[in-house]
């Protein structure tokens, strides 16, 4: 399997080479040619001969907006932002009404955290094409991160409704917006949603779980926490917030059992499962323990001035 893989990369870079040599030997290469083969190597990350290539089809064809497209698009795969976005806009100055580029951009301004820059290009981009399901979605999660929950319900809305077939990922985000505006019920139905298109995603399950929390199901969601902790068995947080359900359920032995086995799953000695244990030591008249575990709780607490959960 693994010479078949490198058999397979040694010919696709053979490939890449002898387009390199042929385009680099013929000094009549369209602008046309030269923009297809520096879309192939910066498609296989060679990005110095790419843009050695989109340099030469822009002295071709000065006024070809899909060339400076191109070149911005090498740039950005370069980390060279300032570059990049000079070439964005050179590319919308001759293609005012350019879809690719706002998207392009707008995703570069999202890495850099320039978030309403990103989201005008975004909207841009949907007054383009106002289906177009990707546009909605990138938005979407832009106004999750600057907590614009309604606007951000609307996109993934849109997203859901121009996108054949759905991506979970779409339900799990609107989710997580219901979720900060307290509206549970709705946050647990696109967490099915979710579940439904991928059964076993983990974001899914986990927020679920935390919905039949929020709304008084703790069995379901101890159900949830249980089937989560079948597939991935080392997750602690899973198994904290499965104790949590235990300890109010007056469930003291399970609650205990799981903070233990989260206790030893954490790298470094976490000061809150101690609180926990303690008080489920103190809960069942174990004094001296409780005592013990909150004494060692401060101590890590001062070592590393963790805020108290």
């Known amino acids: ?66 060339l400076y497209l191109e070149k911005a698009r090498i740039y950005d795969d370069m980390g060279k932002e300032q570059d990049a976005l000079a070439f964005y806009g050179k590319t919308l100055q001759l293609s005012p009404r350019n879809f690719e580029a706002y998207r392009a951009r707008g995703d570069l301004y999202v890495s850099t955290k320039q978030f309403e820059k990103a989201v005008q290009d975004y909207s841009k981009a949907i007054e383009i094409i106002p289906d177009a399901k990707s546009a909605y979605a990138d938005r979407g999660r832009v106004y999750e991160i600057l907590k614009q929950y309604p606007k951000a319900i609307e996109d ?96 003291n032995k399970n609650a205990l059992r799981d903070y233990d086995a989260a206790m030893a799953m954490e790298i470094d000695e976490s000061p809150h499962i101690h609180e926990k244990r303690a008080k489920v030591f103190r809960k069942t008249g174990k004094t001296d323990l409780a005592i013990l575990e909150e004494k060692k709780a401060q101590q890590l607490r001062r070592s590393v001035a963790i805020p108290k959960i």
């Open 1 to 66: 399997m693994l010479c078949k893989k490198r058999c397979a990369n040694l010919s696709m870079l053979l490939i890449i080479l002898a387009l390199s040599n042929v385009l680099s030997a013929r000094a009549e290469s369209s602008a046309t040619e030269l923009l297809e083969g520096a879309q192939k190597m910066r498609q296989y990350e060679r990005l110095e001969p790419a843009l050695q290539m989109i340099e030469k089809a822009i002295a071709k064809d000065p006024k070809n907006a899909a």
């Open 156 to 251: 993934f809305t849109n997203a859901i409704k121009y996108t054949r077939p759905i991506r979970d990922w779409y339900y799990n985000h609107r989710a997580k917006c219901y979720e900060n505006l307290k509206q549970y019920e709705k946050a647990e139905k696109d967490y099915d949603q979710a579940l439904k298109i991928k059964p076993g995603s983990y974001e899914a399950i986990h927020g679920r779980a935390q919905m039949y929390v929020y709304l008084g199901k703790p069995d379901l969601a101890v159900v949830d926490y249980t089937n989560l902790l079948k597939v991935h068995p080392d997750d602690p947080d899973a198994l904290i917030k499965r104790g949590d359900i235990f300890f109010n359920k007056g469930d």
